[in-house]
């Protein structure tokens, strides 16, 4: 007899869902889905506010990455303006997005997911978290939170706070980084990147050791991937233009403006979803699934730019034989640009523009309809809105990172389910499996949904009649 | 002119006849809240936080707008008035679309400043969510009538200080609301001198500077003083 099992709420991710895996008459896994059950209405109650006060509002989407949605909404700002920001404020913007990339990816791997990998798979659940972490290893525990306050003391240098700071505006940015911040951000910088380098050469043992397989199962499929790239081809994370590349590293797009972006995304709707489901147009749905995040960013860039990432990304390639497209190596990646992204501080915290008092233009409502994109820790955010002769929004279209992967999500979790799962009776370190399958994503869907709260986790197990067989839930 | 003794909180106190119980309360260095009064207009009594009981009458008077009288004994900060301070603070919050976290007047608001001196965390009342719009017709300033707390200071200093009586009340009751000209956008309003002292005397983040973002505005109330001072005092320096 068929059956279902449910992993509700999925743990360790932001924002809720629920996983469905269908098994068969023959107790083997027919197809699992990962449903978003979340809800907020963003785009909607936006409407009619004026557009100098997007960045504020979206902000407030997230509290893990409100940096995102504050730099894409400044950057549709700018485009509503029609001004060209002071090179100061793009240098300024810039080094907050580093700062939110170092802590988000931070926060995902040392806080989410390194439990399961240095506790195991099938440890203990109470204790399979950070707190159990912090028993296990202080010092990697310690570390991994203190890499994770670099970051968002940084932001807080910036902004004046570190979460929901409303400091990138339409025109620039509100003040520029004083001496003090600088010289903080100097002083902590050795401790940073010897915790990334620790982070790193931990990785590359467990995957070569006692996490050797999970790469084949964890999500490994062809796919394309999308990203921002600068000139030639470098890394980006604000700026540049889009660029997808397929799995064996054929640019099949590039040059793309954000302008266009309904030309080449498509935003398909499942009815067992609150999350939409983009895909690359030309393809079609569901053939024209596309990733984004840490792994598509590296997989789209020619090079990073900085010589300790650049080093990294070659021995990450040539690991993979080419292109990595296990989503399993979504941790790895996220590892490199943390190292990228300390490098690009770096050099930016010595850049006499950082501390220019010329940080914001100014301007009236020339453009009524505008697009905006940055890169956020998982992956390509986009703003769209139109807006009244005097600058009140109209209509609101947020793409968000975590949405673009949905259909990649839903596929890793049914390798998993396929791989682990054979008969309805399935131990806990299974379903566990299942969960860091979404985890590798790191999957933020109270962005992505712009809906709200913790992510627990339900997961069903469904017989072919529709039944539910056996159930667990987790808050 | 006479003078006219009284006690604020057992503190006695001498101030001329035709004084309010505000100044007076002032004067004797009593805190008592307000929203709608500012210095250098008119009072109107709209908030009713500023509400006081005097020794021998049955109800709650507004200090505002309410005169000394000879021998008055007045309690500025019963249980009672604390109940009705709070509760009215509450209906405000309540009665608008105040959303502290993403309005540019946050961390510069004086109706933020009054629930914390109230002691509100919360409104225990229904919130009314009513449908009220945004005007920024105008080139440089803005109105969200979702913030305003119909205090009327804006038409009070434009009236009184500016001259030029742009603002107005219409309506009654839960629908009221602030015009511009005659019920037109801002920005069409040849009257509006474009000074700007609507934007200082307003207590929330109901009119402000277009492209202020969150917590940006900075409400300069000193301005008005300093205005009305100069002009009523002859005092040109600030």
């Known amino acids: 007899m068929s059956k279902t099992v449910v992993i509700d709420p999925v743990t360790r991710i932001e924002g809720h869902a629920k996983i469905s895996i269908f098994l068969n008459d023959a107790g083997e896994v027919d197809d699992a889905r990962f449903h978003v059950v979340e809800y907020r209405g963003f785009e909607k109650f936006c409407e009619g506010r004026p557009f100098t006060e997007m960045a504020g509002i979206t902000a407030r989407i997230c509290g893990i990455c409100p940096v995102s949605h504050l730099l894409a909404a400044a950057k549709t700002g700018d485009k509503i303006l029609a001004v060209k920001i002071p090179v100061a404020a793009e240098k300024l913007r810039r080094m907050m997005n580093l700062a939110q990339i170092t802590q988000s990816h931070a926060l995902s791997f040392f806080h989410l997911s390194s439990p399961d990998f240095l506790l195991g798979w099938d440890s203990d659940p109470a204790k399979r978290n950070v707190f159990g972490l912090i028993a296990a290893d202080p010092d990697l525990a310690r570390a991994g939170i203190r890499l994770r306050q670099f970051g968002q003391t940084i932001i807080e240098l910036l902004g004046a706070r570190k979460i929901h700071a409303a400091w990138a505006v339409p025109g620039g940015v509100r003040s520029p980084l004083s001496e003090e911040g600088r010289t903080w951000i100097r002083d902590r910088l050795p401790e940073s990147f010897e915790t990334i380098t620790t982070a790193l050469n931990l990785f590359k043992t467990l995957i070569d050791q006692q996490l050797k397989d999970e790469i084949g199962i964890f999500g490994e499929f062809p796919s394309l991937f999308m990203g921002l790239v600068g000139k030639d081809g470098k890394w980006d994370h604000y700026g540049g233009h889009l660029r997808f590349v397929d799995s064996a590293g054929t640019v099949i797009a590039d040059g793309l403006s954000e302008d266009d972006y309904a030309s080449f995304l498509g935003e398909a709707v499942e009815k067992w979803s609150y999350l939409k489901f983009p895909y690359y147009k030309p393809l079609g749905y569901p053939a024209g699934i596309y990733r984004v995040g840490p792994l598509a960013r590296l997989n789209v860039c020619r090079y990073i730019g900085t010589p300790k990432a650049d080093q990294e990304l070659k021995e990450f390639r040539d690991r993979a034989g080419g292109v990595p497209t296990s989503s399993f190596l979504y941790h790895y990646a996220r590892l490199i640009e943390i190292l990228a992204c300390l490098e690009h501080i770096q050099d930016l915290v010595n850049d006499p523009d950082v501390v220019s008092p010329r940080v914001r233009a100014e301007g009236g409502v020339n453009e009524l309809e505008a697009i905006g994109v940055s890169e956020a820790p998982r992956g390509t955010l986009f703003h769209h809105y139109k807006v009244d002769e005097h600058g009140l929004i109209q209509k609101v279209n947020l793409i968000i990172a975590t949405g673009q992967n949905n259909l990649a999500m839903n596929k890793t979790v049914a390798q998993i389910a396929k791989h682990y799962i054979h008969n309805s009776d399935i131990p806990e370190g299974f379903l566990n499996r299942v969960e860091a399958g979404i985890r590798c994503f790191d999957p933020c869907l109270s962005c992505s949904t712009h809906a709200a709260g913790q992510m627990p986790l339900h997961v069903q197990l469904l017989g072919a009649d529709g039944h539910v067989i056996q159930e667990v839930f987790r808050d | ?238």
């Open chain 2, 1 to 238: 002119m006479s003078v006219k003794t009284l006690t604020i909180d057992g503190t006695a106190i001498a101030i001329e006849e035709g004084a309010t119980i505000l100044q007076a309360a002032k004067e004797a260095g009593v805190p008592i809240p307000t929203l709608c009064h500012l210095e250098g207009v008119s009072d109107v009594g709209a908030c009713r936080l500023c509400l006081v009981e005097v020794k021998g009458i049955n109800k709650l008077l507004p200090a505002c707008v309410t005169e000394v009288a000879e021998g008055m004994n007045i309690q500025t900060n019963t249980e009672k008035l604390q109940t009705y301070r709070r509760m009215t603070v509450e209906l405000l919050f309540a009665e608008g679309n105040h959303v502290c976290s993403v309005c540019v007047a946050n961390n510069n608001c004086e109706l933020q400043d009054v629930a914390v001196q109230v002691g509100m965390d919360h409104s225990r009342f229904t919130y009314r969510f009513p449908d009220r719009g945004v005007d920024i017709s105008h080139k440089q300033f803005g109105i969200d009538h979702n913030r305003c707390i119909l205090c009327t200071r804006c038409v009070r200093v434009c009236d009184e200080v500016e001259g030029a009586h742009v603002w107005d009340v219409a309506q009654r009751g839960a629908a009221c609301y602030i015009v511009s000209g005659l019920n037109q956008p801002w920005g069409e309003v040849d009257a509006c001198t474009s000074c700007g002292k609507c934007v200082d005397a307003c207590p929330t983040g109901a009119i402000f500077r277009k492209g202020d973002t969150t917590a940006e505005k900075v409400g300069d109330r000193a301005k008005l003083e300093f205005l009305v001072t100069a002009r009523e005092q002859q005092q040109w320096t600030r």
